[in-house]
């Protein structure tokens, strides 16, 4: 039998304009993804929990009676609200109850999410702080939600907040919605100090939501005072905290976002969310990283990422060719300027250049960031193992000799 194709049908013409119009989010993977991998700022020391306790058995008779949504049960959906996890987050947040949490499927999912919550499509809009993470404009284009950019002040690197424009934005766009702020930043591995987000939280003019990516917050140092806002939640009932198991706690893979807010904001992410969004596995796996000893675990390995990241600045600072490090290294990465080869200006062509001879010439992948607002001839590295450092210094050290 011949099939008759139709020749009325134009895919053009029935997909939404935002959606063909669209310029998708390009991950870091997308460019390169074997070899020495420092370009996703994922924890490059591993999974912080021991391999052998991610069987599909259970360890201990605690953990056993715990997960109800049952690893021995997946011809079951899973628990459509994962309290098990949820009561540990709880416990390791220092929150009073689980209904403050949301789980969705990496913080993608719940970037996106809350923007299809809270905004109009068409009609509303989001305000962000460049440079950012992109994937608050990839979401907002995709739900068809104006942006307004208030840069960082990026002046000497120092990446904070400029309160007062992002007031007097708010207050002459009626139609910003929400506020998105990323802390520590990416890519500027920089705490936002607490000072400069309170107004905003406060103003009278400003009734949308204020989200606070905090996907790197284990990072931060303990006697930095500009640490989480995580308690917060409970003062601003328009405050939505975001933060993940994909960087500190080394679970990028399965895939497990955080929201924290007041229960009436979760309870609408609740609603919203398809039914058995968390399979059980990823739910069995956050389950056990959370457990008290592989949170101590995890704190452990930050130090020892912390360790790595201080001696990685210093040894790379000596490198002939390498300008400043820019912003506060607060998370698990250095934002680090290539200069021209007569040591003196930024260059963004040379940066690129070494980027790519990196990844296809050396096999170490580290992302190019030269094109964002402030970050002139900047590369983006994830502090990797101490061999992994390594010889990331050494190829930077020989490509700076030769590529003009
Ligand atoms: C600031 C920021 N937020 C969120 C994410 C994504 O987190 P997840 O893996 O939970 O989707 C990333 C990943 O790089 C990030 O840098």
Not at 50 to 68: A, G, M, V
Not at 107 to 124: A, Q, T
Request: net charge negative.
């Amino acid at each position: 039998m011949s099939i008759n194709k139709k020749k009325t049908f134009s895919l053009e013409s029935v997909v939404r304009p935002n959606i063909l119009a669209l310029k998708p989010y390009r991950c870091a993977r997308d460019d390169y993804s074997s070899g020495i991998l420092l370009d996703a700022n994922e924890n490059s020391f591993g999974m912080i929990l021991p391999k052998n306790e991610i069987q599909l058995t259970f360890h201990s008779k605690e953990d056993k009676e715990k997960d109800d949504s049952g690893i021995e049960k997946l011809h079951r959906y899973p628990d459509p609200n994962q309290v098990n996890i949820k009561e540990r987050l709880m416990k390791f947040r220092g929150l009073p109850s689980i209904d403050y949490f949301f789980l969705g499927v990496g913080s993608d999912e719940c970037i996106d999410l809350i923007i299809r919550i809270f905004c109009v499509p068409g009609k509303d809009k989001l305000l962000i702080t460049p440079p950012t993470y992109g994937m608050y404009s990839v979401c907002a284009n995709i739900n068809d939600v104006g942006i307004v950019k208030v840069n960082l002040d990026v002046e000497d690197g120092k990446f904070q907040l400029k309160t007062d424009e992002i007031l007097k934005a708010v207050r002459e766009n009626e139609d910003i919605k929400m506020i998105f702020l990323c802390s520590p930043g990416n890519p500027t591995g920089t705490v936002l100090s607490h000072e400069s987000i309170r107004p905003i939280l406060e103003d009278e003019n400003y009734n949308g939501i204020v989200v606070i990516d905090e996907a790197y917050i284990d990072f931060v140092e303990e006697k930095n005072q500009n640490g989480s806002l995580v308690k917060w939640v409970t003062q601003y009932p328009n405050l939505v905290i975001m933060q993940t198991l994909s960087k500190s706690f080394g679970l990028a893979g399965i895939r497990l976002g955080i929201s924290i807010a007041d229960p009436r904001i979760i309870q609408l992410m609740n609603n919203t969310k398809a039914p058995y969004n968390i399979s059980a596995l990823t739910s069995h796996v956050a389950c056990t990283a959370l457990s008290t000893q592989n949170i101590s675990n995890m704190k452990l390995i930050k130090q020892q990422i912390r360790d790595e990241h201080m001696k990685l600045i210093s040894s790379i600072l000596t490198i002939p060719g390498i300008g400043k490090i820019l912003g506060g290294n607060d998370a698990n990465f250095i934002l680090v300027q290539i200069l021209d080869r007569n040591n003196q200006n930024v260059n963004n062509d040379r940066a690129y250049h070494i980027y790519q001879e990196m990844a296809e010439k050396h096999d170490i992948v580290v992302r190019y960031r030269g094109n964002e607002i402030g970050c002139e001839g900047c590369l983006r590295i994830t502090v990797g193992t101490p061999k992994e450092n390594e010889l990331l210094l050494k190829t930077l050290n020989e490509l700076l000799g030769v590529i003009l």
